[in-house]
């Protein structure tokens, strides 16, 4: 069973991934907001249901991934043959963590293979979402989100690995509606404040901090698994 540390963690990364969310979703954020009437118009009261309709759907996206991977991780205990897979899960997760802390902090782009392999998912699904602009009510806004969370991405990558070791289907769902939780205020700020908080994020002191933080979340993760 998952412990209440581990979701806080799951949404303190989350909210860490913000250095990631403003280089490769500030675009997407860009064109969803001003590929509305309202976006065009850019009144930040206007805009704020949108945004949350697109990153609520978002993360509605994230949480039915984690039920999958949860269940799947519980499958793969179950097994015989695999007696010692949870901790195996759990230490490949935090491994995982660390390539994520690697990646946020620019020294190492290895998950951006990953995220090509994702690509195979996204040409399918992305039409959709392309269908939806221009956003004209909040239904096409939560069409949009929802297609929008299966965007390869190794932030969310990383911490499906995690929701693997969770050791069920439930608790699956809840770690990754922690991290997506996280990630709505950085997300929601970006749509509303792109340009600014763009420029915060790609500091490379920013990076750093962030990307040594989520590493020690990994070497956590790891330490727990074996201790």
């Not at 990153?55 to 999958?68: C, D, E, H």
């Not at 929701?163 to 990630?183: D, H, I, N, W």
Request: charged share 10%; net charge positive.
């Amino acid at each position: 069973m998952i412990e209440t540390q581990t979701y806080i963690s799951a949404f303190i990364i989350g909210l860490l991934g913000g250095v990631h969310c403003a280089g490769m979703c500030g675009g997407i954020m860009g064109a969803l907001t001003f590929g509305t009437d309202i976006g065009q118009k850019k009144s930040s009261a206007s805009l704020f249901p949108f945004l949350l309709a697109y990153n609520l759907a978002r993360v509605a996206s994230y949480v039915i991934a984690g039920i999958l991977f949860g269940g799947l991780g519980a499958w793969l205990s179950d097994l015989t043959f695999m007696n010692n897979a949870q901790l195996v899960l759990k230490v490949f997760a935090g491994l995982f963590l660390i390539a994520l802390g690697l990646y946020l902090g620019n020294w190492w782009r290895g998950l951006t293979q990953i995220e090509r392999m994702g690509n195979v998912i996204w040409k399918r699904i992305e039409p959709l979402a392309r269908r939806c602009i221009p956003i004209k009510n909040i239904s096409q806004a939560s069409v949009a989100g929802f297609t929008w969370g299966w965007l390869p991405c190794g932030l969310v990558y990383s911490v499906l690995i995690w929701s693997l070791s969770s050791g069920s289907a439930v608790e699956g769902g809840l770690l990754m509606l922690s991290f997506g939780l996280g990630t709505l205020p950085n997300l929601i700020a970006i749509g509303l404040f792109a340009s600014t908080l763009s420029v915060f994020f790609k500091k490379q002191s920013v990076r750093t901090i962030v990307g040594i933080t989520v590493v020690l979340f990994g070497l956590y993760q790891i330490y727990i698994a074996i201790s």
